[in-house]
């Protein structure tokens, strides 16, 4: 167990404008990752090794994307016993995002709404960061590099900064995810419907063969998909991911619903909205998902997980792995044995 128990530092943190709180406590994990101080916030990873997508998973916990997206800080978030750790997402250019304030704190319905818009320093730097680590990915753990688009690049030619992307974290990547379901840059959803989304991917799997082929090293390729979406618009991603060789999904990112938050404070601020609210929607998309998609296709559910029967219920509904991301932040590192505990018993 940590050393420092969470209910003695979330009061502080969640005392803070949220964002400053994110980076207060990145900051320190960056810093003291892999010295004697690690100690503060880690523990044992539970073992529940997993066969996936060809790879080898630990156990079937891991971080989602966005927390981290720089990747400055893997090695000591994977100190708190994760499986898995996904960063990013990184575009090819550093860009600022939107304007502060930006990331709201919902407590009564254990939620976050952000529209940070892919803020991070560039492919040049998050690369840098990715090299730097070393004991998480040497203890077992997986890394996951996710990837977009910059804001300022139209989507007409959102390709090119995938591919962009894709070319730089290939080398370093256990799998890679293609994030086309952010709600904060422009038009992005608009990369989930039938005919661009099939011309992206046919793109990047192109892409993704040639790197494989020169490189003699397979790494798998995800998509992640958003929360809102009916069972058609799942059918034809589903249909899509298959016919383009997709090695698997992730489901969900962040929701622009608000109607599980009316009448909490902040639950007008535009954004995506994760956390508890966001949960019954992503188990129907997974639901769904397995049902398009049959069994043996990888799963990696995130949405929502606040606890082991959370993770559990990813698991039910048709989920391989499970992320979380919301629930670190409303109930820290214990929560990642917990899941991980839990679904042992599944």
């Not at 050393?3 to 400053?20: K, Q, S, W």
């Not at 007409?156 to 990547?173: C, I, Q, R, S």
Request: glycine share 12%; aromatic share 6%.
């Amino acid at each position: 167990m940590p050393l420092v128990p969470y209910a003695l530092t979330r009061p502080f943190l969640f005392g803070l404008d949220p964002e400053h709180a994110h980076e207060l406590t990145l900051n320190s994990i960056a810093r003291l990752q892999n010295t004697p101080a690690q100690c503060l916030w880690s523990q044992s990873r539970i073992s529940d090794p997993l066969q996936l997508a060809g790879l080898k998973f630990p156990n079937r916990i891991g971080l989602a994307a966005g927390l981290d997206k720089n990747g400055r800080c893997i090695d000591g978030l994977g100190a708190m016993g994760f499986g898995f750790i996904e960063v990013g997402t990184v575009t090819p250019k550093g860009q600022p995002g939107n304007d502060r304030p930006r990331i709201f704190r919902l407590p009564k319905a254990q939620a976050l709404i952000n529209r940070l818009g892919f803020n991070n320093e560039g492919l040049d730097s998050f690369l840098a960061n990715v090299q730097r680590a070393h004991s998480f990915r040497a203890a077992g753990g997986l890394l996951g590099l996710n990837i977009g688009k910059n804001a300022a690049t139209p989507i007409e030619n959102a390709v090119d900064d995938y591919l962009l992307g894709l070319d730089g974290v290939f080398p370093h990547a256990d799998y890679i995810t293609v994030n086309i379901s952010s709600p904060n840059t422009k038009n992005l959803r608009a990369l989930q419907s039938d005919e661009a989304l099939d011309a992206l991917l046919s793109r990047l799997q192109e892409r993704k063969l040639k790197l494989e082929a020169g490189s003699g090293r397979k790494v798998p390729m995800f998509v992640k998909i958003a929360p809102d979406l009916d069972e058609g618009q799942v059918g034809v991603i589903a249909k899509t991911l298959r016919g383009n060789g997709i090695d698997g999904v992730i489901a969900t990112n962040t929701t622009i619903s608000r109607d599980a938050v009316k009448g909490l404070p902040h639950a007008d601020e535009a954004g995506g909205l994760s956390g508890r609210p966001v949960f019954e929607a992503s188990n129907r998309v997974i639901v769904q998902l397995r049902a398009a998609l049959g069994n043996g296709y990888p799963i990696i559910g995130v949405g929502g997980v606040l606890s082991g029967a959370d993770a559990r219920a990813k698991l039910a509904a048709g989920a391989d792995l499970v992320q979380i991301y919301t629930g670190l932040i409303y109930k820290g590192p214990a929560l990642v044995r917990e899941c991980a505990a839990a679904m042992t018993a599944a």
